[in-house]
């Protein structure tokens, strides 16, 4: 699942990926997990997410590579905020040698929406689940305090979504001419888009085996 920051890649994707029972791989939660372990790579890769910047590719396709090997990988998956510059969809192209077929949803969401919504977001500090408005100081699941997200900030956000254009936006023209990609409006309720990604990737995956390859 593609999109810019705030798009609702996490959402649809944890949707998707609970719907189906299947594996979902969100490159951001796993960054954030070890960071809240001190692992020290992590640590490291903090301050550049601190900053709104990526984080190096080589690290990033370790992580996903190491978690595609393992065996609850292999009825499918849900991938989400990964691949984010053309080498790691290089990289990606690679992984699914054997898999398949690889459909790419881009998730567009005008950006004053995008502002608005990372503006009002507030997370576990415990679990970092993002919290639905009914959720009003602790969190539905683990009883956590409700917090803003470390990337969240003003400045942080706007470099976030300048980082999205200039290195993950080129990544819709790597995958827009395959007909396993497709684009849906990410601006409607998450019940509608949820409906939506359900019809492009149900289409998607319907189209004919040899022009996936
Ligand atoms: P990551 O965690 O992936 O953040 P992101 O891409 O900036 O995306 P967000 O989590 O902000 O938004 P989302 O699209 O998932 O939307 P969500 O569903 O949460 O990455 C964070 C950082 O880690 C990066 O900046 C980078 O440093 C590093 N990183 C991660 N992966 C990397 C990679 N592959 N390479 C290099 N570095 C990497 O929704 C957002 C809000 O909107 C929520 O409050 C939600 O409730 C709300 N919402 C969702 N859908 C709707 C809707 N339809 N209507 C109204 N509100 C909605």
Not at 7 to 20: D, I, L, P, S
Not at 109 to 122: H, M, T, Y
């Amino acid at each position: 699942m593609m999109g810019p920051p705030g798009a609702g890649k996490g959402t649809q994707a944890g949707r998707f990926a609970r719907e189906r029972g299947l594996l979902k791989i969100s490159t951001g939660d796993i960054l954030r997990e070890a960071i809240k372990e001190k692992n020290p790579t992590a640590l490291e890769a903090k301050a550049r997410m601190d900053r709104g910047e990526l984080v190096d590719d080589a690290m990033i396709i370790a992580i996903v590579e190491e978690r595609l090997a393992r065996p609850d990988a292999d009825p499918g998956f849900v991938l989400d905020g990964f691949p984010r510059t053309v080498a790691q969809a290089t990289a990606l192209d690679h992984l699914m040698d054997g898999r398949g077929p690889l459909v790419v949803v881009d998730i567009v969401v005008p950006e004053e929406v995008l502002l608005r919504r990372l503006a009002a977001r507030r997370i576990c500090g415990d679990c970092g689940v993002n919290a639905p408005v009914e959720w009003i100081s602790a969190c539905g699941n683990c009883g956590g305090a409700l917090v803003t997200r470390f990337d969240d900030g003003d400045g942080v956000v706007g470099e976030r979504l300048k980082v999205y254009h200039l290195q993950t936006r080129p990544i819709v023209e790597f995958y827009a001419g395959r007909p396993t990609f497709r684009t849906i409006d990410g601006n409607q309720p998450p019940d509608v888009v949820t409906a939506s990604m359900d019809a492009a990737v149900c289409q998607a995956s319907l189209a004919p085996r040899e022009a996936q390859l």
